[in-house]
């Protein structure tokens, strides 16, 4: 292959063919974008799930002292979820110049960005988890809730008139844990994992 | 002039390089489209912090270089092989003019088989930069540089090879 026979081609490209659009300066598909739309929804589907859950003792007959627990419960997550996203809006606050850096820095700005954002996903997760163990002993519980913490707080008596239920009930527990946490990492692997592996790869390009 | 309007008018201007970055990067049409669109985007985002202290090309270089290397196109979209180029309407007196563009889509779909720095090296060194330009644009050594460069049309020539083409 002729190199100057290319380039005096490539240099008669007049690009007449590109529509500049004014809509252009409005629309972004980028990752980091994404981030910023992903932030949004979160927000505001997060809202909507705790204003069900604050609601949930007005009108489900729950013990006078689960209603306190889950109360509390809910304030540990307002608290988390809070400085979740204060921490993500952090990452969509950083304004970023593609012109300021090299393709190599741009590259490891873009793929740390994305790697902390994952992290705080992840840690969210793992946050959640005793949460979702109380929230699971409430909302699956309901009316029993009570007599199944009073199980396990008398553990010996219940291991030798019902062992089953340890069986029973830890079990249903570890399902319904594996499934939100299962469920959770998909979803973080679905909208941010790809990039990041791609990025990566980029970078990896860039530095042999 | 507004702000908005100078900016599309030098992006007019400048908008071969518009063209060229999303051929190499894209091989369909409409992920052609989008990636100028993205570029547009993010030019227009950082055109405020462009001082005039280079030249506009130069700017739009690396930030369409940047994007591009973080751009990823949409998943399942339905194939569209027609490129930009499929558009132009070719004379049949222009003999030499068809010859010629059928060796550029030769080399552009030859380009696809490149990984998105080795598409980057190309690009820089067809549009005539030094391989101290090109070492700086991508952020590696110079040495780095010319060492890629070199592979990577080494690979760019066994590629077109081995699709039966050769020029």
Same mark, same amino acid.
């Given at each position: 292959?002729?190199?100057?026979?290319?380039? !005096?081609?490539?240099?008669?490209?007049?690009?007449?063919?590109?529509?500049?659009?004014?809509?252009?300066?409005?629309?972004?598909?980028?990752?980091?974008?994404?981030?910023?739309?992903?932030? !949004?929804?979160?927000?505001?589907?997060?809202?909507?799930?705790?204003?069900?859950?604050?609601?949930?003792?007005?009108?489900?007959?729950?013990?006078?002292?689960?209603?306190?627990?889950?109360?509390?419960?809910?304030?540990?997550?307002?608290?988390?979820?809070?400085?979740?996203? !204060?921490?993500?809006?952090?990452?969509?606050?950083?304004?970023?110049?593609?012109?300021?850096?090299?393709?190599?820095?741009?590259?490891?700005?873009?793929?740390?960005?994305?790697?902390?954002?994952?992290?705080?996903?992840?840690?969210?997760?793992?946050?959640?988890?005793?949460?979702?163990?109380?929230?699971?002993?409430?909302?699956?519980?309901? #009316?029993?809730?009570?007599?199944?913490?009073?199980?396990?707080?008398?553990?010996?008596?219940?291991?030798?008139?019902?062992?089953?239920?340890?069986?029973?009930?830890?079990?249903?527990?570890?399902?319904?844990?594996?499934?939100?946490?299962?469920?959770?990492?998909?979803?973080?692997?679905?909208?941010?994992?790809?990039?990041?592996?791609?990025? !990566?790869?980029?970078?990896?390009?860039? #530095?042999? | %002039?507004?702000?908005?309007?100078?900016?599309?008018?030098?992006?007019?201007?400048?908008?071969?390089?518009?063209?060229?970055?999303?051929? %190499?990067? %894209?091989?369909?049409?409409?992920?052609?489209?989008?990636?100028?669109?993205?570029?547009?985007?993010?030019?227009?985002? $950082?055109?405020?912090?462009?001082?005039? =202290?280079?030249?506009?090309?130069?700017? %739009?270089?690396?930030?369409?270089?940047?994007?591009?290397?973080?751009?990823?196109?949409?998943?399942?979209?339905?194939?569209?092989?027609? $490129?930009?180029?499929?558009?132009?309407?070719?004379?049949?007196?222009?003999?030499?003019?068809?010859?010629?563009?059928?060796?550029?889509?030769?080399?552009?779909?030859?380009?696809?088989?490149?990984?998105?720095?080795?598409?980057?090296?190309?690009?820089?060194?067809?549009?005539?930069? $030094?391989?101290?330009?090109?070492?700086?644009?991508?952020?590696? $050594?110079?040495?780095?540089?010319?060492?890629?460069?070199?592979?990577?049309?080494?690979?760019?020539?066994?590629?077109? =090879?081995?699709?039966?083409?050769?020029?």
């Amino acid at each position: 292959m002729n190199f100057d026979e290319i380039k !005096k081609q490539w240099d008669q490209q007049a690009g007449d063919l590109v529509q500049v659009r004014p809509a252009s300066l409005q629309k972004t598909q980028s990752i980091l974008e994404t981030i910023r739309k992903n932030f !949004k929804r979160e927000l505001i589907y997060t809202s909507i799930a705790l204003i069900f859950l604050l609601t949930i003792p007005f009108y489900e007959d729950f013990h006078e002292v689960i209603v306190i627990v889950y109360y509390l419960i809910i304030l540990q997550v307002v608290l988390i979820t809070i400085s979740h996203f !204060k921490n993500i809006h952090r990452i969509t606050r950083i304004d970023r110049n593609p012109y300021i850096l090299n393709s190599k820095e741009n590259l490891q700005q873009v793929y740390y960005e994305l790697k902390y954002t994952i992290e705080l996903q992840r840690r969210m997760i793992f946050f959640m988890a005793p949460l979702s163990t109380m929230i699971y002993f409430i909302l699956i519980g309901r #009316e029993n809730a009570m007599q199944w913490f009073s199980n396990y707080y008398h553990f010996t008596d219940t291991l030798d008139k019902n062992p089953w239920f340890f069986v029973w009930n830890l079990l249903g527990l570890a399902t319904f844990l594996a499934f939100v946490m299962y469920r959770s990492s998909v979803q973080i692997e679905k909208r941010y994992g790809t990039p990041l592996t791609e990025i !990566k790869s980029v970078l990896e390009d860039i #530095e042999e | %002039m507004s702000k908005e309007q100078q900016f599309l008018h030098l992006l007019q201007q400048h908008r071969n390089i518009l063209y060229k970055v999303s051929r %190499m990067y %894209m091989d369909t049409a409409q992920d052609q489209e989008d990636l100028v669109q993205e570029i547009t985007f993010q030019l227009w985002k $950082s055109y405020c912090a462009f001082e005039g =202290k280079s030249e506009f090309s130069t700017w %739009m270089y690396r930030v369409a270089l940047n994007t591009a290397l973080t751009y990823f196109k949409k998943e399942k979209r339905k194939v569209d092989q027609i $490129s930009l180029t499929g558009a132009i309407d070719k004379s049949e007196d222009d003999h030499h003019s068809a010859v010629a563009e059928e060796r550029l889509d030769y080399f552009y779909k030859a380009v696809q088989d490149l990984t998105k720095v080795e598409k980057a090296l190309i690009f820089l060194f067809l549009e005539g930069h $030094s391989h101290r330009e090109i070492a700086l644009n991508l952020g590696i $050594s110079e040495g780095n540089a010319r060492v890629k460069l070199n592979r990577t049309k080494e690979k760019l020539q066994n590629i077109i =090879k081995k699709n039966g083409y050769e020029f």
